[in-house]
Nanobody, 123 residues
């Protein structure tokens, strides 16, 4: 059982930065793949970035070079550092976890989801 709670969203101007956090509570010490997804109004959910159980990262082309996913195991926290934000990054951002060795390109393999945190980027 894994519980995920996101924080760090907010409003920022284009070109600005935000860091999202996801507090991870888990019953076991098993490894999990972790990812960030986002969903804008009237759009489908899309994967943004992921860390598999070996710590390998993957990024969507739309955020590559601007976003960085990382985790602090001592703090049981997943992060998403977002730089050079654009209005098209505006969305609800969700943290997700999976007991499989997977990545954001397979969203159905993620069984644990947070409630989301809103990011709004103005031009």
């Amino acid at each position: 059982q894994v519980q995920l709670v996101e924080s760090g969203g907010g409003s920022v101007q284009a070109g600005g930065s935000l860091r999202l956090s996801c507090a991870v509570s888990r019953v076991t010490n098993s490894r999990y793949s972790m990812a960030w997804f986002r969903q804008a109004p009237a759009k489908e959910r899309e994967g943004v970035a992921s860390l598999n159980i070996y710590g390998n990262t993957n990024y969507a082309d739309s955020v590559k070079g601007r976003f960085t996913i990382s985790q602090d195991n001592a703090k049981n926290t997943l992060y998403l550092q977002m730089n050079s934000l654009k209005p098209e990054d505006t969305a609800m951002y969700y943290c997700a976890g999976s007991s499989y060795n997977t990545d954001y390109r397979a969203p159905r393999t993620f069984g644990y989801w947070g409630q989301g945190t809103q990011v709004t980027v103005s031009s």
